[in-house]
């Protein structure tokens, strides 16, 4: 008899009366077969993790390493130190993983420990009392698409520079707010503030963007 | 009516004002403008996104974290990291040494000197404790082909942990016990 067969005649009873079996392979494994990380949650990679198994932790790391780099890039708005600063981040999470208690999503423990990175990696700028200056002017205005695509990217670059030259805390919650939606309670949470100084924050990055991109009245 | 504070300017970009403050935004001209010019720039900030990386870039960068994380020293473990036969195998053989070294080492003889017992320590210091006879007479004739493949091996760096366990005498001691071990074989 195949295993398949074995199978099915083990349910046959159930099917009998006009059940639906759907048999799903389980994410624990049969001994000697090696565990599909990429099908287990969060929290099971986390245990399996903490028990030393580094092929865990490697998928922690593939599954949440876009979030991670996306908001080390837009705390430095350079590639390179993005890098850096997603796996001085990663390394950060191996060394305190078994501090994580699952309380918060282990989208927003990384969160955290991302910030808490640059924060600390970034230098403190002076925020520039005048307009920022688009640096890169394109000549190329054969193609008209091709030309808006690249004023747009130039305002882009802007914008990337202006966020870059806020303070710490106002860049820090104006990132995770607009661009990674988190409610001002996960913020205040990330930065250890209130919910009130979170938006204080927020509502100071707005202005001091809005002198920086020159869109004062 | 006061105008809105930045906590208000914030809920009413985010649609979430309280209607009593929405009906003083309706007729204030001055918090309407902050409210539009937030609102704009808060558009114009989210519109930016983050280049896309090269396609290779994830591989790499998860390559560099393994890399990382190989050179650091095993902290994820914990306590569990210990309870593993190559870890306890070479901390039970310290904690043997350490015994046995305990026992081996003459201690120093007090001032004033008591009446000496019949069954003295021998003159070469040492004396058989019997739990270590026991334990020599197990393993005295087990070679390092069987130790491994009975899974006694060393993980990297766990003697190293092994010797922070130890006190700073029980360290001077193991190192003067090797050092006369060392001279003893080079003579």
């Given at each position: 008899m195949t295993h398949g067969s074995a199978v099915r005649n083990a349910w046959a009873p159930a099917v009998a009366t006009g059940w639906t079996v759907t048999v799903v392979k389980s994410?624990?494994?049969?001994?000697?077969t090696p565990p599909d990380y990429a099908a287990m949650d969060d929290a099971a990679l986390v245990t399996a993790a903490i028990d030393g198994r580094r092929e865990a932790f490697d998928a922690i790391v593939e599954r949440h390493r876009r979030i991670v780099y996306q908001v080390c890039y837009r705390f430095v708005s350079n590639h390179e130190d993005a890098s850096d600063l997603s796996q001085e981040s990663f390394v950060r999470a191996w060394r305190g993983l078994k501090t994580?208690?699952?309380?918060?999503?282990l989208s927003t423990w990384l969160y955290r420990i991302a910030v808490n990175v640059c924060l600390n990696r970034v230098s403190a700028k002076t925020l520039p009392s005048d307009p920022i200056e688009s640096t890169d002017h394109f000549e190329d205005t054969r193609i008209e698409g091709a030309q808006s695509a690249l004023i747009r990217e130039e305002r882009a670059v802007t914008v990337r520079k202006a966020i870059a030259a806020l303070p710490k805390k106002q860049r820090a919650t104006l990132i995770l707010r607009t661009y990674h939606e988190l409610s001002h309670q996960q913020i205040a949470d990330i930065l250890g503030s209130s919910v009130g100084a979170t938006k204080a924050n927020f509502f100071h990055a707005l202005a001091n963007l809005k002198k920086l991109l020159g869109n004062e009245p | 009516m006061t105008h809105l504070t930045s906590d208000e300017l914030i809920d009413a970009i985010e649609g979430l004002l309280d209607t009593a403050r929405l009906q003083h935004l309706d007729s204030c001209e001055a918090c309407r403008q902050q409210v539009t010019g937030l609102g704009s720039v808060l558009n114009e900030a989210r519109a930016v996104a983050v280049p896309e990386p090269s396609p290779l870039f994830w591989a790499h960068l998860s390559q560099r974290v393994r890399a990382a994380i190989d050179a650091e020293p095993q902290a994820a473990g914990g306590w569990r990291e210990w309870v593993r036969w190559p870890v306890l195998a070479p901390m039970a053989a310290l904690s043997l040494m350490v015994m046995a070294l305990a026992v081996a080492v003459p201690r120093q003889q007090p001032l004033v000197s008591a009446p000496l017992a019949t069954?003295?320590?021998?003159a070469d210091g040492t004396h058989r404790d019997e739990g270590f006879a026991v334990v020599a007479d197990l393993v005295g004739d087990m070679d390092w082909d069987t130790a491994m493949s009975a899974g006694l091996s060393i993980a990297p760096g766990a003697a190293d942990r092994a010797m922070l366990e130890l006190t700073a005498a029980e360290q001077q001691e193991l190192t003067r016990l090797l050092k006369a071990e060392l001279t003893r074989t080079k003579s």
């Open positions: 994410a624990a494994t049969e001994p000697g994580f208690k699952g309380q918060s999503a | 069954n003295t320590v021998p």
